[in-house]
Nanobody, 121 residues
Framework: QVQLVESGGGLVQTGGSLRLSCAASGRTFSSYTKGWFRRAPGKEREFVAAISWGGGTTRYADSVKGRFTISRDNAKNTVYLQMNSLKPEDTAVYYC??????????????WGQGTQVTVSS
């Protein structure tokens, strides 16, 4: 059974940093794109970042470019999201996902349970 488990969320002040991790189990995903999405209270789930299977191609939402960095370790079946210069508007539940890629949630087949990130002003 495929399982994605996020960790690393928490409460941080504006300008602070967090590093999210997402460990996959149940199968190997080295040939799939891995991504991060988030859902803020009262809003739709939105794309944050994605990384290709080899790690050579990354995509970011405009709102996080220059502040967030996505990376992956295929040997550990893990994807990371380094979040710097956090803002209150980054507050959301963050989900990792695995699929064929893109910025739409419909392009991802496997999802984690989510981890809460709260940025205080």
């Amino acid at each position: 059974q495929v399982q994605l488990v996020e960790s690393g969320g928490g409460l941080v002040q504006t300008g602070g940093s967090l590093r999210l991790s997402c460990a996959a189990s149940g199968r190997t995903f080295s040939s799939y794109t891995k991504g991060w999405f988030r859902r803020a209270p009262g809003k739709e789930r939105e794309f944050v970042a994605a990384i290709s299977w080899g790690g050579g191609t990354t995509r970011y939402a405009d709102s996080v470019k220059g502040r967030f960095t996505i990376s992956r370790d295929n040997a550990k079946n893990t994807v990371y999201l380094q979040m710097n210069s956090l803002k209150p508007e980054d507050t959301a539940v963050y989900y990792c996902a695995i699929g064929l890629g893109g910025t739409s949630s419909t392009q991802y087949d496997y999802w984690g349970q989510g981890t809460q990130v709260t940025v205080s002003s």
